[in-house]
């Protein structure tokens, strides 16, 4: 089961911190393209493949601590570095407005912390139902 959790995982986190850049994107009304996308999510991408390996989050993917905590942390520090790096988001000369470090911490908070909460609230619940309900 644990298997499937991490595959599980890496999909619904990709999933979110494309949708992440998407909805970025969308709030300064730049325009959709697949490369536009790419171009904006792909250091966040980055930083989450790190922190997935390093967490070791194959074997313990819903796990708030450490697994979420890492992959959140390394996938805004990287994706931050690498947008720095790369040139991307310099708003008048500020190659890494405050605001937008604080926003995109938040949000992937929300995201990647977020639902391995709900879904661990979950299983543990249907695990606790299945252990109490009596043998047939």
């Known amino acids: 089961m644990t298997r ?22 969308s709030s300064h009304a730049e325009a959709f393209s697949p490369l536009g996308l790419w171009t904006t999510a792909y250091p966040f991408l ?17 796990r708030l601590w450490p697994t ?11 994706g931050m570095a690498v947008r720095v790096a790369t040139g991307q988001g310099v708003v008048d ?8 470090v604080i926003v995109a911490t938040i949000v992937l908070a929300v995201f990647l912390l977020g639902w391995r909460l709900v879904a ?6 249907r695990e606790r139902r299945s252990v109490g309900a009596p043998a047939r």
Do not use: E
């Open 4 to 25: 499937t959790w991490g595959w599980l995982a890496a999909v619904v986190d990709i999933v979110l911190i494309v949708a992440f850049a998407a909805i970025g994107r």
């Open 46 to 62: 980055a930083g989450w493949a790190i922190g997935y390996v390093s967490s070791g989050a194959w074997g313990r993917p819903l």
């Open 68 to 78: 979420g905590v890492v992959v959140w942390v390394l996938t805004v520090f990287i």
């Open 93 to 100: 000369g500020n190659p890494l407005p405050v605001s937008f």
């Open 120 to 125: 661990g609230l979950l299983v543990a619940r």
